[in-house]
């Protein structure tokens, strides 16, 4: 085992290196076998690893922070979950890997990308298997770096290198809240490892669990994109497309998701923060939901979407449904994966082109992407018996057991979103893959459409990466490896829920059974069965609810007229296309403020005030210099006044000590 | 001791501070200068054989020489300067010798 | 009547300081001088110091004196209206520093502890003068003559024409 | 006059002996050689004080160790600034016996203060070597600042020398001797007048300490004179006065209105000084100012004077000394050739002629109390003795009125290495060997004192008793 | 066996004999860059050697206790200083960045300086002596005499090869540092005169005087100004305002050792004289310590947000990162003392590096305006490589140096503080911000100027790849510098030896 998990971990490493340093001299195809051979290598050490699973282990390799009591060895965790979270990754990742190869192709800074993708499959392995905070804490900060070298891998464009700035830094600023979780739980019991803080839970005052959870859950937020901390990863789409998939869908963004449910049997005591997970998650699921219904451009409507089943997965979290939130996690990961491959797919065949106002049509172009484009869709939309369906139901059903009026309040809005989550992604189906494709483009070409998007959004949609010869009408040919590698990623999303079927259909799901023993899985209030079936019920009826509204809206004679009418702006259509404007939120309350007050402690602080002080300090003891120097007139009477007072001075003086 | 040497010191006292202030008011003559000296060396020529005389030692009268002696010293080597400046400077004014200061 | 004479001699001497010292014109300084000096001259000897007081007549009032006079003549300095005497602005600051400092050493004379016992010493005899000089302070005239030799080297050579 | 008596003084009688023979052979023959003679002069009575290891005691004059290790001091001053003035006072027209025969007579004027037991010795010796420089100030009668500085020199020398000696002649009437021994030996209070005297000996040895107030004459003397005997004014007499004062202060030692005095002095000359140095603009006048502030730091010694302060008073004024003939030596050659004076002029002479100024830096540095220098030794030395005699406050003012000092010499510095040479200029003079020698002597004195200075040390400690 | 050899007298004064070896060197570079070379080489590999072996020294057991070597020799007997220099960890792993740092700062300069090259080197190899000195000393005479020697060259190297406003930064230099010590060198001697008037005894040993007792009032003064002195050097905020403009205007070599070993004086000096001396002074200013510190870390960030000069920035960084050492003292907790001095030796690797490397690009494109770059992955990828890893260990990413340092730094002052860590772990998204953003204009975006750039040379290679690998190294596996802290660390914080 302790091989197996070497070699996880080490493959990528070490494909990353040798892409980052040789990548460059080595001839493209080297670079791009080792790449994905390394990841193939170990999601088989993966299945390894899981073949000889028979329960959790821990093992240590070496040393890393020791000082006195604070010790961080490098050592891994091997247990149910971080198992299965690390055969999806390094399939999923595996898959984008081969998918990248073509996506990839012309672009010449192949090593780069392939040696960040690597790191970042390495730092989100890490990340997962970390026994303790602190190396846990490695791969967090890593993945965050990666996703940044990437999204700002076509660094050329400002607001490509600022969406990863953006990214890096919204992240981080959840991070520091981690951080210091991560001091406070070591200061409380003198440990860092994940295993021993978790049994700590009831020695730990219940106000200072609280805080911790709450910490955490900032910390999660951060990187699992809730609000407050969502505004990254819309803007993160300017990467490229499989980095999008792979970043931003399948592995980075659930590590918050995977952090709050590995420390929950530590923070789940807590009512307080159990609560605010919830809320945290269902608010956020509804408000990506809300601003994904707006989006026009394709990539972005897919962000907001896993922001939003990111809030799911955070919901079913905060609800103490730790296997359903897994299970959705996992399901999310491949049509997620799937839904931006596919997106690659008719973004590349467009010219990199991603306003949806802008396709249509391409059904029939590009059969290949369209089936399982719609596959993955239909489990987003938590189309019946796919399985985003099982998955979310397995949410809300925990969601409805917890009871209360708080988690009321968020089933219903669980349910809404779920109505809102299927006209959306529709919408996106019917207006990129049905009716016939929108021309011409706008004079001066650039692929955008500028009508109505008096909006800051609108600078997010950019133009391509690397200015194409203008072929408009023709369609690129998709590389063959690009298309292939949707399928197995389409037959897992649909087939998805046979991995946690509803105990009403007869037996114990199998992530029920595998999960259930990790400490905090097993818990969480079960819903009746009949209570689950009627929920199921009507999250169907909602999905096909949305489903139809989309169809009729976007198909047939109606679509022309909506997608004008949305193309010049439905009234509170920029609020949402913006997302609810958070990011004009932001700039005022922080960002402005931010430069205002760097610009003004450097030229206030310390050119005018300390340096100024200082200055003016020298030059003052520089004109009081000019008082001895002055009274030394040149002349010989001055200065035989000086000694003649001074004769006068002592002698004055001496009267006056000796004589009282 | 004819009278107390109190007397004696007041009275040198009093021709030196005189001879002092001279000097210090007579920056416009450098001869008028150099015969303020003169008068402060002789008040203390004065202490000197005042406090000879108080303590009926030799020492206070020998000093009282030696500073003579060197008073003619200076004196010469004082007038020569004063020859030597007002050649150049046509002045014995010691203001005018104010070229360096600061 | 030693006493009167010596106040007599020290009013005199005190006047004529003051007189040499506000004298516009040098020459009629130096000669108010030398009145003065030969007043104190007499008071040395009223002290019992013969010696010094010869030597202050013929040294002070007669060798350096007319050196002085000498240098006035000779750079035709006699001429008090072309002089600027000092201005009382000038006088002022002078007289209140030398003022304070006279009264303040006048406190410090008149505070003297145990003043009134002044024995009244003999006359040393010039003989025993002598002696001590070059008994005990020989090395002193050695160092004062050879300060002489410089004072002449000195003057010689500031003086020289080029 | 005994035998031991006569080898005793052997180094003045050399010294007084050779001047009159430089006068002498001037006349007979005229020439540079004078200079060698004066430097063999000096080089045999330093060698007779240091060969021979007489203490005696006369009237008037007592050789102890205290003089002898003044002597072996002045004279090394006056080696080194007969050096240094061989060249260039044949480069500035100063010829003639007088310069060496006048140096040498100051020589012996301050030995004599130094090792005097009576106040009229010291008092002669004391204006002896101040009556030399009135001449050697003077001497070059081509320059007008020459003879400006020479008058104001001897206006305030005579006027100091008055006061010094109604001071002595108030310690007479009130004590009736001169000897220091017997004044020194203190009744059970301290009558007034003796006090008014020793106070006004005090002042008259400000002036040649160059103390605030009576320091005035300080810029203006050191400006005017030529570089080498500036040297020897800032150096060798600060020595013999420094001197002076150590055998001064026993007379008062146990008057508190003594130690306030020099307390005052010590502040006034130490901010005054180095406030005062800061907007100079010429390099001599800079030196001078700081030559004021350093002997700030020398009364801050006195005024420690019963925790050591006699000590470090002395090895102060040593180190000083070592320092200031460096920099006026470099200073003398470096500004040679034109009348280089203003700090900006010295702009990147450092390269062209690196051994002056690497000694000017090293001077520098050392004046700035920067070690491996030895006047951070001196200011340490200073500061403990300062401290352990309660002067906290006084130690502060001097720690930072030095801050403000490091920025003065740091301007010279930077002017010699830090700023573009202006124009092309010829390139720089080889040194004579008696110039190299003249800087290398005090620069190596200074860094073997800042790096080790336990033999000064403990040979100080030895003479303080 | 080994105390017989000198070996640190050697280690001090090695430099010092090649700086007079220049002498006859001065007129051909070649030689005196040869020269500088073996010496400074010479002297890392006795500093490896010594930490290759520091084990058996260690079980050698001499003469004070946790110190690996000790030498002392009287030395001013007059004033009761001796010549006492000790090795012991701490002082090991700062001789190693100091000897590594002088090649490292040789290696940058070895083109840049074109003019008076023997001069040049001359310094750096008297400031290595310095340096070195203030390292290893533990009389505190001896200290204050190595702390002001190492002034000097540094002032000629920033007045004479540095740009800008050189004079102006190097004398503010000058100024601030000395202002600070020599309050110091009162208070060490007053230190002395109270430990001699208790004792009878004058030493300037440190061990001597740590035993003093004092009394509460004295031990804040007397501590104040060691603090202030230590400051100046580290700096804190408000006294920081010397370190932008000297970094900005020195040399390359100057501001990588400035970075990389004169701001660790200060650090090390508050560790190994400023606390054990007043250990309940300290107590009392602890909160000011942090308040200094945390205030810096969030100032200079900032600041170094609006910086328009790369040096300038990195140099505000400096002052932030530094800020964090102060912490970890000021909690003077085993774990963040660790922390703090593994951040010494991190932060003179990371800023060294990123100093050299602007010194890089300023060589040749002849400014350091940020405005002035841009999109350099495209035009000398090596660099921008190497500045991506450097600037990446300098916010801290986790497996990169800094990390180590600042994470063991706040988890050993939560235990002591929460609230100074919590704060102080704001100060990590704040370099964050600053850091990245001088990346992504430098490094990405396109290119706003067209510049000649070249890219790096064999020689920069290799001095940035063995940075580089030091960086990654100390970043994943510390624990033998850890190991090598740990008894020093135990034993200031008041563990038995």
Not at chain 1, 360 to 370: E, I, N, Q, S, T
Not at chain 1, 414 to 441: C, D, W
Not at chain 4, 405 to 413: C, E, K, N, P
Request: proline content about 5%.
């Amino acid at each position: 085992m302790k091989l197996y998990l070497a070699f996880i971990l080490l493959l990528p490493l070490m494909g990353g290196i040798f892409n980052a340093l040789l990548g460059r001299t080595l001839p493209r195809r080297v670079g791009e076998v080792v790449a994905c051979g390394v990841i193939w290598s170990a999601f088989a050490c993966a299945v390894l690893a899981f073949a000889g699973f028979n329960g959790p282990v821990r093992v240590e390799f070496g040393s890393w922070l020791a000082a006195f009591e604070f010790q961080a060895p490098i050592a891994l965790y091997l247990d149910q979950l971080s198992l299965s979270l690390t055969l999806m990754i390094t399939f999923v990742c595996g898959l984008i890997h081969l998918y990248s190869v073509g996506y990839m192709q012309d672009d010449p800074a192949h090593a780069r990308y392939f040696a960040l993708l690597n790191i970042f499959v390495f730092a989100m392995l890490v990340l997962v298997l970390a026994e303790n905070l602190p190396l846990l804490y490695l791969g967090w900060e890593g993945v965050g770096f990666c996703s940044y070298a990437l999204i700002g891998f076509w660094y050329t464009e400002e607001q490509n290198a600022t969406a990863g700035r953006k990214a890096f830094i919204t992240t981080r600023i959840g991070d520091t809240a981690f951080g210091i979780a991560i001091v406070w739980m070591y200061q409380l019991s003198g440990s860092v490892s994940i295993t021993h803080l978790n049994t700590m839970g009831t020695l730990i005052p219940a106000a200072v669990v609280t805080t911790l959870g709450l910490l955490l859950l900032a910390g999660a937020s951060g990187k699992s994109a809730q609000l407050p901390l969502s505004v990254w990863l819309p803007d993160a789409m300017a990467g490229p497309t499989p980095v999008s998939a792979q970043i931003h869908a399948a592995t980075m963004v659930t590590a918050g998701v995977y952090l709050l449910a590995r420390m929950f049997p530590l923070i789940g005591g807590s009512g307080t923060v159990r609560a605010a997970i919830a809320l945290t998650g269902g608010i956020t699921a509804f408000y990506a939901a809300t601003c994904a219904c707006c989006q026009r451009d394709l990539k972005r409507i897919l962000a907001y979407s896993t922001i939003s089943q990111i809030g799911y997965m955070v919901l079913g979290v905060g609800a103490g449904a730790l296997t359903g939130a897994a299970f959705h996690l996992l399901t999310h990961a491949f049509f997620k994966a799937l839904l931006f491959l596919g997106a690659g797919c008719a973004i590349t065949a467009l010219h990199h082109r991603q306003d949806i106002f802008r396709m249509g049509g391409l059904r029939a172009k590009l059969p290949a992407v369209y089936w399982p484009f719609l596959a993955g869709a239909l489990c987003l939309a938590g189309f019946p018996l796919t399985g985003g369906f099982f998955s979310k139901d397995a949410i809300l059903a925990g969601v409805a057991a917890q009871g209360g009026p708080l988690y009321g309040g968020l089933l219903l809005l669980g349910l809404i979103t779920a109505f809102l989550t299927s006209f959306y992604t529709f919408r996106m189906v019917f207006v990129v893959f049905h009716g016939e494709q929108k021309n011409p483009l706008p004079p001066g070409g650039g692929g955008l459409g500028r009508g109505g998007s008096d909006n800051s959004a609108a600078n997010i949609l950019h133009p391509p990466p690397h200015p194409l010869p203008s072929r408009e009408g023709e369609h690129l040919e998709l590389p063959k490896i690009m298309t292939l590698a949707l399928v197995p990623l389409a037959l897992l999303g649909l087939c998805g829920g046979m991995l946690n079927l509803p105990s009403y259909l007869g037996h114990q799901g199998i992530l029920d059974g595998f999960l259930g023993s990790i400490p905090g899985f097993g818990g969480g209030e079960k819903a009746s069965q009949g209570g689950e079936i009627v929920l199921q019920i009507v999250a169907a009826i909602l999905s096909l609810t949305g489903l139809g509204l989309a169809w009729f809206r976007y198909t047939g004679s109606r679509r022309a007229e909506a997608l004008a009418r949305e193309e010049a702006g439905l009234p509170g259509a920029g609020f949402l296309l913006n997302g609810w404007r958070l990011d004009n939120l932001y700039g005022a309350l922080i960002i402005n403020p931010f430069k205002y007050v760097a610009r003004f402690f450097w030229k206030q602080g310390d050119e005018a005030g300390i340096d100024g002080a200082l200055d003016g300090l020298a030059r003052f003891i520089a004109r009081l210099g000019g008082l001895p120097a002055g009274w030394c007139t040149g002349r010989v009477a001055t200065s035989l006044f000086g000694l003649a007072g001074g004769v006068c001075v002592v002698l004055a003086y001496l009267v006056w000590v000796t004589l009282p | 001791m004819i009278v107390p040497l109190e007397h004696i010191l007041l009275l040198d006292g009093l021709l030196f501070f005189l001879g002092m202030g001279g000097l210090l008011a007579w920056r416009a003559n450098l001869i008028m200068m150099l015969v303020c000296i003169e008068v402060m060396l002789n008040a203390v020529m004065l202490a000197f054989v005042g406090g000879s005389a108080r303590w009926g030692s030799a020492d206070g009268q020998l000093f009282a020489i030696f500073i003579m002696a060197l008073t003619s010293a200076e004196v010469s080597l004082a007038l020569a300067m004063v020859v030597y400046l007002h050649r150049r400077r046509k002045t014995v004014d010691t203001d005018q010798f104010s070229e360096m200061k600061g | 009547m030693e006493q009167t004479l010596f106040y007599i001699l020290a009013g005199v001497a005190v006047i004529g300081t003051i007189l040499a010292i506000t004298e516009k014109h040098p020459v009629h300084a130096i000669l108010y001088l030398v009145t003065s000096l030969f007043s104190i001259a007499v008071i040395f000897y009223l002290l019992m110091a013969p010696l010094v007081a010869a030597f202050e007549v013929i040294l002070y009032a007669g060798a350096i004196m007319v050196l002085f006079l000498f240098v006035i003549m000779m750079l035709d300095l006699g001429h008090p209206e072309k002089g600027v005497s000092p201005h009382w602005r000038e006088w002022l600051p002078a007289l209140a520093l030398v003022g304070v400092s006279a009264a303040c050493l006048a406190i410090v004379i008149v505070a003297r502890h145990g003043s009134t016992a002044s024995p009244a010493a003999a006359s040393l005899p010039i003989r025993e003068v002598a002696r001590h000089l070059f008994q005990d302070h020989g090395l002193a005239v050695e160092l004062i003559s050879l300060q002489l030799l410089f004072a002449l080297v000195g003057a010689l050579y500031l003086g020289r024409q080029k | 006059m005994t035998k031991a008596d006569m080898m005793a003084l052997m180094p003045l009688i050399i010294l007084a002996g050779g001047s009159v023979l430089v006068l002498l052979a001037g006349a007979v023959r005229p020439g540079g050689y004078l200079y060698g003679l004066a430097i063999t002069v000096v080089v045999s009575a330093l060698a007779w004080t240091i060969a021979v290891p007489a203490t005696v005691v006369m009237p008037g004059l007592a050789i102890t160790p205290f003089a002898r290790f003044f002597a072996v001091f002045l004279d090394s001053a006056g080696l080194v600034a007969l050096l240094m003035a061989t060249g260039y006072n044949k480069r500035r027209g100063i010829v003639g016996e007088e310069y060496p025969a006048t140096l040498l007579f100051a020589l012996a004027g301050m030995g004599a203060a130094c090792a005097a037991s009576d106040l009229l010795m010291l008092f002669l010796g004391l204006e002896a070597f101040t009556f030399a420089f009135y001449l050697l100030v003077a001497i070059e009668r081509d320059s007008v600042r020459g003879g400006e500085a020479g008058l104001k020199y001897l206006l305030n020398g005579t006027l100091s020398a008055a006061v010094l000696a109604m001071g002595i002649a108030l310690v007479y009437c009130s004590r009736g001797t001169l000897r220091l021994s017997e004044l020194a030996r203190q009744p059970a209070s301290l009558e007034p007048l003796f006090l008014a005297g020793v106070c006004l000996i005090l002042v008259g040895l400000a002036f040649k300490l160059s103390l605030v107030p009576a320091h005035l004459w300080t810029p203006d003397v050191y400006q005017g004179a030529p570089a080498p005997v500036t040297a020897l004014l800032s150096t060798a007499s600060k020595g013999a006065s420094v001197a002076a004062v150590l055998l001064i202060l026993p007379l008062m030692a146990g008057w508190r209105g003594g130690h306030d005095i020099l307390w005052c002095l010590s502040l006034a000359t130490m901010v005054c000084g180095n406030l005062a140095a800061l907007v100079q603009t010429s390099i001599k006048r800079l030196l001078a100012w700081s030559s004021v502030a350093q002997m700030g730091y020398v009364a801050l010694a006195f005024v420690a004077l019963p925790a050591g302060g006699g000590r470090a008073a002395i090895f102060y004024v040593v180190a000083y000394a070592a320092a200031g003939l460096a920099s006026f030596g470099a200073v003398s050659i470096l500004s040679d050739g034109s009348d280089r004076d203003a700090i900006e002029q010295y702009r990147g002479l450092g390269y062209r002629n690196p051994l002056a100024g690497a000694v000017l830096a090293v001077a520098l540095f050392s004046l700035a109390g920067i070690p491996p220098a030895a006047g951070f030794m001196a200011k340490f030395a200073v500061f403990s003795a300062a401290l352990r005699a309660g002067e906290i406050a006084l130690a502060m003012v001097g720690v930072l009125t030095a801050l403000v000092a490091v920025f003065f010499y740091l301007r010279v510095v930077v002017a010699l290495y830090m700023r573009p040479v202006d124009g092309a200029e010829a390139a720089a003079r080889r040194l004579t060997g008696s110039e190299a020698l003249a800087l290398a002597i005090p620069t190596l004195v200074t860094v073997v004192m800042g790096v080790y200075p336990s033999p000064l040390l403990d040979l100080l400690a030895r003479i303080m008793g | 066996m080994m105390a017989d050899l000198h070996l640190l007298t050697v280690l001090v004064f090695f430099p010092l004999a090649g700086c007079l070896l220049m002498l006859p060197a001065w007129k051909c570079p070649a030689a005196a860059r040869s020269l500088a070379l073996g010496v400074m080489s010479g002297e890392l590999l006795l500093a490896l050697w010594l930490y290759a072996s520091w084990q058996g020294l260690a079980a050698l057991k001499p003469a004070l206790p946790g110190y690996l070597l000790v030498e002392d020799a009287p030395w001013i007997s007059a004033f009761g200083i001796r010549y006492t220099l000790g090795l012991d960890g701490l002082s090991l792993l700062m001789v190693m960045l100091t000897a590594f740092s002088f090649c490292i700062a040789l290696a940058v300069s070895w083109r840049a300086v074109g003019e008076k090259v023997g001069l040049f080197l001359a310094l750096l190899l008297a400031m290595e002596t310095g340096i070195m000195g203030v390292f290893l000393a533990l009389d505190l005479a001896l200290f204050y005499l190595f702390w002001e020697v190492m002034l000097i060259p540094m002032f000629f190297l920033i007045g004479i090869w540095g740009h800008g406003r050189r004079i102006y930064s190097t004398v503010k230099f000058f100024l601030f540092t000395m202002f600070g010590s020599l309050l110091m060198l009162l208070a060490i001697i007053a230190l002395h005169l109270l430990h001699a008037r208790q004792s009878g005894v004058t030493t300037f040993g440190l061990f001597e005087l740590i035993a003093t007792p004092l009394p509460a009032g004295t031990q804040l003064w007397l501590f104040a100004a060691f603090f202030l002195a230590f400051a100046i050097k580290f700096p804190l905020f408000p006294l920081h305002t010397w370190l932008p403009d000297a970094h900005t205007d020195a040399p390359t070599a100057g501001s990588v050792i400035l970075a990389g070993l004169l701001l660790k004086t200060g650090s090390y000096g508050l560790i190994r004289f400023g606390y054990p001396l007043f250990p309940q002074a300290a107590q009392t200013l602890t909160p000011l310590i942090y308040t200094l510190a945390i205030a810096g870390i969030i100032y200079a960030s900032l600041v170094a947000f609006a910086q328009e000069d790369m040096k300038r920035l990195i140099a505000y960084s400096s002052i932030g990162h530094m800020g964090y050492v102060a912490i970890g003292i000021a909690a003077w907790e085993p774990v963040a003392l660790s922390g703090s001095i593994i951040q010494m030796a991190n932060h003179g690797v990371t800023t060294g590096a990123l100093f050299a490397m602007v010194g890089m690009l300023d060589e040749r494109a002849h400014t350091r305006e940020i405005g002035a770059f841009g999109g350099l992955w495209g035009k000398i990828p090596l660099w921008s490589f190497f500045f991506l890893i450097f600037s990446m260990a300098s916010v801290g990413l986790p497996g990169l140096n800094n990390f180590v340092g600042e994470f063991l730094v706040l988890a050993g002052t939560f235990t002591k503080a929460p609230l100074a860590a919590g704060l102080a772990f704001v100060g990590i998204v704040l370099t964050l911000v600053y850091m990245v953003r001088l990346v992504q204009e430098v490094v990405f975006q396109v290119e706003r100027r067209p510049l000649p750039l070249a890219d790096l040379d064999r020689r920069e290679i290799c001095v940035l790849a063995v940075l580089a690998l030091l960086v990654v190294w100390m970043g994943v596996h510390p624990a033998p510098l850890l190991e090598l802290i740990h008894g020093p660390v135990r034993l200031l914080t008041g563990g038995v030896p």
